[in-house]
């Protein structure tokens, strides 16, 4: 059985930062892209950014440019997110999903709130 | 970025009729070399992450009732839940992967009438 099991999400101040975890398991974590996708309080579903296989591509929405790094650890199976400079825009639940494509397995999210 | 606007963005079924839900991408998601449409449907429930449903437009996932099915190309498409039952009660989204970034649509809440 696959599974995504998210951590470290939590409450924090503007301007402040937070990592992200997912632990994978029950699949071949190196073969595949991995992804964020995000969602905001009662909203629609972002996708975040995502990362290769062997971490040598990475790709991000705009709006986190510049604040958020998505990285990955093969030989631990995880994959990660520094958010830095948050906002309260930022806030929402995070889920870790794998694919290239389209997202065949998620976890079930970690929740990230921005606020003073 | 590819814009996926869906419509309605609720619609209420009475149990074993048909929903019907509509997804318009701003731009063709039809790879013309391959000759198949980037696009895909999830089903989420209250408390639960999304869960794919369809695929290139119209490939089942492994183990979704085929009550569900995908139609549609190039920029128009459609998720058709075929005898609606009561735990269809979800909120649907398209999503787009033929450009980055992937987009989803605004989602669509079916409930029972």
């Known amino acids: 059985e696959v599974q995504l099991v998210e951590s470290g999400g939590g409450l924090v101040q503007p301007g402040g930062s937070l990592r992200l975890s997912c632990a994978a398991s029950g699949l071949s974590f190196s073969d595949c892209w991995m992804n964020w996708v995000r969602q905001a309080p009662g909203k629609g579903l972002e996708w975040v950014a995502n990362i290769k296989q062997d971490g040598s591509e990475k790709y991000y929405v705009d709006s986190v440019k510049g604040r958020f790094t998505i990285s990955r650890d093969n030989a631990k199976n995880s994959l990660y997110l520094e958010m830095n400079s948050l906002r309260a825009e930022d806030t929402a639940v995070y889920y870790c999903?794998?694919?290239?494509?389209?997202?065949?397995?998620w976890g079930q999210g970690t929740l990230v709130t921005v606020s003073s | 970025d590819i814009v996926m606007t869906q419509s309605p963005d609720s619609l209420a079924v009475s149990l074993g009729e048909r929903a019907t839900i509509n997804c318009k991408s701003s731009?063709?998601?039809?790879?013309?070399?391959?000759?198949?449409?980037?696009l895909a449907w999830y089903q989420q429930k209250p408390g639960q992450p999304p869960k794919l449903l369809i695929y290139w437009a119209s490939t089942r996932e492994s183990g979704v009732p085929d009550r569900f099915s995908g139609s549609g190309s190039g920029t128009d498409f459609t998720l058709t839940i075929r005898g609606l039952q009561a735990e269809d009660v979800a909120v649907y989204y398209c999503q787009q992967y033929y450009r980055s970034p992937r987009t989803f649509g605004q989602g669509t809440r079916v409930a029972i009438k």
């Open positions: 999903a794998s694919g290239s494509y389209y997202f065949k397995y």
């Open positions: 731009q063709s998601v039809l790879n013309s070399s391959n000759n198949k449409n980037y």
